[in-house]
Protein backbone atom coordinates (compact mmCIF):
# COMPACT_ATOMS: atom_id res chain seq x y z
CA UNK A 1 0.00 0.00 0.00
CA UNK A 2 0.98 3.68 -0.96
CA UNK A 3 0.80 6.54 1.86
CA UNK A 4 0.19 9.81 0.30
CA UNK A 5 0.51 12.97 1.77
CA UNK A 6 -1.60 15.45 0.53
CA UNK A 7 -1.26 18.79 -0.76
CA UNK A 8 -1.46 21.14 1.22
CA UNK A 9 -1.76 25.13 1.30
CA UNK A 10 0.69 26.92 3.10
CA UNK A 11 1.44 23.57 5.03
CA UNK A 12 3.30 21.06 2.32
CA UNK A 13 6.58 22.84 1.95
CA UNK A 14 9.68 20.34 2.06
CA UNK A 15 10.70 20.28 6.05
CA UNK A 16 6.95 19.30 6.40
CA UNK A 17 7.06 16.45 3.73
CA UNK A 18 10.31 15.33 5.13
CA UNK A 19 8.73 15.47 8.74
CA UNK A 20 6.18 12.82 7.46
CA UNK A 21 7.44 9.30 8.39
CA UNK A 22 6.04 6.68 6.62
CA UNK A 23 4.64 8.59 3.45
CA UNK A 24 5.48 6.93 0.46
CA UNK A 25 4.44 9.72 -1.85
CA UNK A 26 4.17 13.89 -0.99
CA UNK A 27 3.42 16.43 -3.31
CA UNK A 28 4.16 20.43 -3.63
CA UNK A 29 1.71 22.85 -3.07
CA UNK A 30 0.07 23.40 -6.59
CA UNK A 31 1.86 25.33 -9.10
CA UNK A 32 0.19 27.45 -12.24
CA UNK A 33 1.69 25.63 -14.99
CA UNK A 34 1.88 28.61 -16.98
CA UNK A 35 3.84 30.36 -14.26
CA UNK A 36 6.80 27.07 -14.48
CA UNK A 37 6.75 27.31 -18.41
CA UNK A 38 7.48 30.97 -18.26
CA UNK A 39 9.85 30.60 -15.71
CA UNK A 40 9.19 32.19 -12.83
CA UNK A 41 11.72 32.18 -10.73
CA UNK A 42 9.47 32.61 -6.95
CA UNK A 43 6.85 29.93 -8.28
CA UNK A 44 9.85 26.91 -8.72
CA UNK A 45 11.11 28.01 -5.49
CA UNK A 46 8.08 26.11 -4.14
CA UNK A 47 9.61 22.91 -6.47
CA UNK A 48 11.45 22.27 -3.43
CA UNK A 49 12.03 18.62 -4.03
CA UNK A 50 15.12 17.93 -1.82
CA UNK A 51 15.81 14.57 -1.10
CA UNK A 52 13.48 12.38 1.20
CA UNK A 53 14.83 8.75 2.24
CA UNK A 54 11.47 6.29 1.09
CA UNK A 55 9.43 9.34 -0.37
CA UNK A 56 8.19 9.45 -4.03
CA UNK A 57 7.99 13.82 -4.43
CA UNK A 58 5.49 14.86 -6.79
CA UNK A 59 4.71 18.59 -8.39
CA UNK A 60 0.92 18.96 -8.43
CA UNK A 61 0.22 21.83 -11.58
CA UNK A 62 -3.10 23.90 -12.56
CA UNK A 63 -3.50 23.92 -15.69
CA UNK A 64 -6.46 24.52 -18.20
CA UNK A 65 -4.42 24.21 -21.86
CA UNK A 66 -3.50 20.32 -22.66
CA UNK A 67 -0.71 22.01 -24.78
CA UNK A 68 1.13 23.31 -21.79
CA UNK A 69 2.38 19.88 -21.15
CA UNK A 70 4.14 19.44 -24.07
CA UNK A 71 7.09 21.30 -22.94
CA UNK A 72 6.56 20.41 -19.28
CA UNK A 73 9.56 17.45 -19.13
CA UNK A 74 12.21 19.58 -20.42
CA UNK A 75 11.45 21.97 -18.05
CA UNK A 76 11.52 19.95 -15.14
CA UNK A 77 14.72 18.41 -16.64
CA UNK A 78 16.47 21.84 -16.84
CA UNK A 79 15.49 22.63 -13.42
CA UNK A 80 17.00 19.17 -11.99
CA UNK A 81 20.49 20.08 -14.22
CA UNK A 82 20.31 23.38 -12.66
CA UNK A 83 19.77 22.30 -9.44
CA UNK A 84 20.87 18.98 -8.47
CA UNK A 85 20.26 19.04 -4.67
CA UNK A 86 16.22 19.22 -6.05
CA UNK A 87 16.69 16.78 -8.10
CA UNK A 88 14.27 14.37 -6.93
CA UNK A 89 10.61 14.80 -9.11
CA UNK A 90 9.43 11.84 -9.60
CA UNK A 91 6.59 13.28 -11.46
CA UNK A 92 3.66 15.44 -12.05
CA UNK A 93 0.22 15.48 -11.00
CA UNK A 94 -2.50 17.33 -12.31
CA UNK A 95 -5.07 18.83 -10.00
CA UNK A 96 -8.59 18.11 -11.11
CA UNK A 97 -10.09 18.60 -8.10
CA UNK A 98 -9.78 21.90 -6.28
CA UNK A 99 -13.03 23.68 -5.34
CA UNK A 100 -11.94 26.98 -4.99
CA UNK A 101 -14.56 28.79 -7.36
CA UNK A 102 -11.79 31.37 -9.16
CA UNK A 103 -9.61 28.37 -9.85
CA UNK A 104 -13.24 27.14 -11.14
CA UNK A 105 -13.91 30.32 -13.07
CA UNK A 106 -9.92 30.02 -14.81
CA UNK A 107 -11.28 26.28 -16.59
CA UNK A 108 -8.65 24.59 -13.51
CA UNK A 109 -8.70 22.37 -10.81
CA UNK A 110 -12.79 20.65 -10.69
CA UNK A 111 -13.28 22.57 -13.97
CA UNK A 112 -11.70 19.71 -15.71
CA UNK A 113 -14.10 17.38 -14.32
CA UNK A 114 -16.50 18.69 -17.18
CA UNK A 115 -13.98 17.42 -19.84
CA UNK A 116 -12.76 13.71 -19.60
CA UNK A 117 -11.18 14.25 -23.39
CA UNK A 118 -8.88 17.27 -22.26
CA UNK A 119 -7.79 15.19 -18.98
CA UNK A 120 -6.72 12.51 -21.46
CA UNK A 121 -4.80 14.86 -23.67
CA UNK A 122 -3.09 16.73 -20.98
CA UNK A 123 -1.43 13.15 -19.79
CA UNK A 124 -1.13 12.26 -23.34
CA UNK A 125 0.94 15.25 -24.68
CA UNK A 126 3.21 15.14 -21.29
CA UNK A 127 3.97 11.73 -22.05
CA UNK A 128 5.15 12.02 -26.06
CA UNK A 129 6.75 9.28 -27.36
CA UNK A 130 7.51 6.13 -24.95
CA UNK A 131 10.34 6.44 -22.67
CA UNK A 132 10.88 9.77 -23.83
CA UNK A 133 11.20 10.68 -20.41
CA UNK A 134 11.20 9.36 -17.06
CA UNK A 135 8.66 11.45 -15.12
CA UNK A 136 5.63 9.89 -13.83
CA UNK A 137 2.06 11.74 -14.20
CA UNK A 138 -0.94 11.11 -12.41
CA UNK A 139 -3.86 12.79 -11.68
CA UNK A 140 -5.91 13.95 -8.53
CA UNK A 141 -9.34 14.32 -9.24
CA UNK A 142 -13.12 14.87 -7.36
CA UNK A 143 -15.99 12.99 -8.31
CA UNK A 144 -17.42 15.78 -10.21
CA UNK A 145 -18.49 19.93 -9.74
CA UNK A 146 -22.09 19.37 -8.06
CA UNK A 147 -23.91 16.59 -6.77
CA UNK A 148 -25.96 16.25 -10.24
CA UNK A 149 -22.74 15.25 -11.60
CA UNK A 150 -22.99 12.27 -9.11
CA UNK A 151 -25.96 10.52 -10.89
CA UNK A 152 -23.91 10.48 -13.90
CA UNK A 153 -20.99 9.18 -12.41
CA UNK A 154 -19.12 11.30 -14.64
CA UNK A 155 -15.60 10.50 -13.06
CA UNK A 156 -16.29 6.84 -14.69
CA UNK A 157 -15.41 8.50 -17.89
CA UNK A 158 -12.34 10.52 -16.62
CA UNK A 159 -10.84 7.11 -15.31
CA UNK A 160 -11.93 4.52 -18.50
CA UNK A 161 -9.94 7.08 -20.52
CA UNK A 162 -6.74 7.25 -18.49
CA UNK A 163 -6.71 3.56 -18.45
CA UNK A 164 -7.14 3.85 -22.17
CA UNK A 165 -3.55 4.96 -22.53
CA UNK A 166 -1.80 1.94 -21.61
CA UNK A 167 1.75 3.60 -20.01
CA UNK A 168 3.32 2.28 -17.29
CA UNK A 169 4.45 6.15 -15.99
CA UNK A 170 0.86 6.76 -15.85
CA UNK A 171 0.17 5.62 -11.85
CA UNK A 172 -2.81 5.60 -10.07
CA UNK A 173 -5.25 7.96 -9.84
CA UNK A 174 -6.49 10.11 -6.65
CA UNK A 175 -9.93 10.67 -5.66
CA UNK A 176 -11.39 12.81 -3.41
CA UNK A 177 -14.32 11.18 -2.73
CA UNK A 178 -16.53 14.13 -2.69
CA UNK A 179 -17.84 16.82 -5.41
CA UNK A 180 -16.56 20.37 -5.46
CA UNK A 181 -18.84 21.70 -3.70
CA UNK A 182 -19.25 19.83 -0.35
CA UNK A 183 -17.17 21.36 2.40
CA UNK A 184 -14.79 19.70 4.49
CA UNK A 185 -17.09 18.57 7.74
CA UNK A 186 -19.61 16.59 5.16
CA UNK A 187 -19.13 12.80 4.58
CA UNK A 188 -17.18 11.47 1.69
CA UNK A 189 -19.69 9.37 -0.78
CA UNK A 190 -17.31 6.11 -0.12
CA UNK A 191 -20.96 4.79 -1.70
CA UNK A 192 -19.80 5.28 -4.92
CA UNK A 193 -15.67 3.40 -4.23
CA UNK A 194 -17.53 0.24 -5.79
CA UNK A 195 -18.14 2.37 -9.26
CA UNK A 196 -14.72 3.43 -9.02
CA UNK A 197 -13.34 -0.16 -8.40
CA UNK A 198 -15.63 -1.75 -11.49
CA UNK A 199 -13.26 0.21 -14.00
CA UNK A 200 -10.81 -2.09 -12.83
CA UNK A 201 -8.70 1.57 -12.14
CA UNK A 202 -5.47 1.18 -9.62
CA UNK A 203 -6.66 4.58 -7.37
CA UNK A 204 -5.92 6.31 -4.26
CA UNK A 205 -8.71 7.10 -2.32
CA UNK A 206 -9.00 10.74 -0.34
CA UNK A 207 -11.64 12.08 1.95
CA UNK A 208 -11.36 12.60 6.00
CA UNK A 209 -9.03 9.27 6.49
CA UNK A 210 -6.96 9.80 9.17
CA UNK A 211 -6.60 6.24 10.94
CA UNK A 212 -7.14 2.54 10.61
CA UNK A 213 -10.51 2.94 12.13
CA UNK A 214 -11.36 5.26 9.00
CA UNK A 215 -10.06 2.26 6.71
CA UNK A 216 -12.04 -0.15 8.34
CA UNK A 217 -15.60 1.26 8.13
CA UNK A 218 -14.19 2.64 4.22
CA UNK A 219 -14.26 -1.53 3.90
CA UNK A 220 -17.57 -2.32 5.40
CA UNK A 221 -19.70 -0.20 2.39
CA UNK A 222 -17.72 -2.66 0.13
CA UNK A 223 -19.41 -5.89 -1.02
CA UNK A 224 -17.49 -9.00 0.31
CA UNK A 225 -15.63 -9.68 -3.23
CA UNK A 226 -13.78 -5.87 -2.94
CA UNK A 227 -13.15 -6.72 1.00
CA UNK A 228 -11.43 -9.76 -0.09
CA UNK A 229 -9.34 -7.99 -2.53
CA UNK A 230 -8.80 -4.64 -0.63
CA UNK A 231 -4.72 -4.16 -1.64
CA UNK A 232 -5.17 -5.34 -5.12
CA UNK A 233 -7.83 -2.74 -6.06
CA UNK A 234 -7.13 0.13 -4.07
CA UNK A 235 -2.93 1.08 -4.32
CA UNK A 236 -3.30 3.35 -1.26
CA UNK A 237 -4.70 6.20 0.56
CA UNK A 238 -4.18 9.71 0.96
CA UNK A 239 -4.19 11.91 4.12
CA UNK A 240 -4.58 15.66 4.49
CA UNK A 241 -5.96 16.99 7.21
CA UNK A 242 -4.92 14.26 9.57
CA UNK A 243 -1.74 14.92 8.76
CA UNK A 244 -1.62 18.41 10.01
CA UNK A 245 -2.77 17.00 13.38
CA UNK A 246 -0.01 14.62 13.24
CA UNK A 247 2.45 14.31 10.55
CA UNK A 248 3.26 10.65 12.24
CA UNK A 249 0.28 9.85 11.80
CA UNK A 250 1.42 7.51 8.73
CA UNK A 251 3.24 5.37 10.68
CA UNK A 252 0.29 3.91 12.69
CA UNK A 253 -0.44 1.95 9.95
CA UNK A 254 2.87 0.08 8.94
CA UNK A 255 2.94 -0.93 12.17
CA UNK A 256 0.73 -2.17 15.52
CA UNK A 257 0.89 -0.57 18.99
CA UNK A 258 3.46 2.33 17.80
CA UNK A 259 4.33 5.11 20.18
CA UNK A 260 3.93 8.57 18.45
CA UNK A 261 5.55 10.77 20.71
CA UNK A 262 4.54 14.97 19.87
CA UNK A 263 7.32 16.38 21.27
CA UNK A 264 9.68 13.84 18.59
CA UNK A 265 8.05 15.10 15.40
CA UNK A 266 7.72 18.74 16.64
CA UNK A 267 11.70 18.40 17.15
CA UNK A 268 12.01 16.91 13.66
CA UNK A 269 9.74 19.43 12.12
CA UNK A 270 11.90 22.12 13.89
CA UNK A 271 15.34 20.60 12.26
CA UNK A 272 13.64 20.35 8.96
CA UNK A 273 12.92 23.88 8.71
CA UNK A 274 16.48 24.72 9.64
CA UNK A 275 17.99 22.77 6.62
CA UNK A 276 15.92 24.31 4.65
CA UNK A 277 14.46 27.17 5.15
CA UNK A 278 10.87 27.69 2.92
CA UNK A 279 9.26 30.40 1.52
CA UNK A 280 7.42 32.81 4.61
CA UNK A 281 3.81 31.91 4.38
CA UNK A 282 5.21 28.48 4.91
CA UNK A 283 7.64 29.22 8.27
CA UNK A 284 5.29 31.23 9.36
CA UNK A 285 2.18 29.25 9.27
CA UNK A 286 4.15 25.91 10.62
CA UNK A 287 5.72 27.99 13.40
CA UNK A 288 2.21 29.51 14.49
CA UNK A 289 0.39 26.38 14.03
CA UNK A 290 2.59 23.92 15.80
CA UNK A 291 4.14 27.09 18.27
CA UNK A 292 8.19 26.06 17.58
Known sequence: MEYHLAPLKNITCWAFRATCKGATDSYTEMVNIHQLLNLNSVKWDLIDTYHIPNQKQWVQVLAHTYSDFEKLPSKLHDFSSQNPDRNHIFGININAGCPDQNIIGAGEGAALLHNPNKIKAMIKTFLG?????????????????????????????????????????????????????????????????????????????????????D????????????????????????????????????????????HISQKEWKLRLKDNLSKHLPAKKFSTTLSSHYKI
Open 129 to 213: KPESHPYAISVKMRLGLSVEDLTSNIFVEILENIKSLDDPRIKPTVIHFKHATQKSIELPRWDLLEVALDTQNPIIINGNISSKM
Open 215 to 258: IHTIKQILPHRYQKEWKTKIKGIMIGRGAIKNPDCFLQFLSKGQ
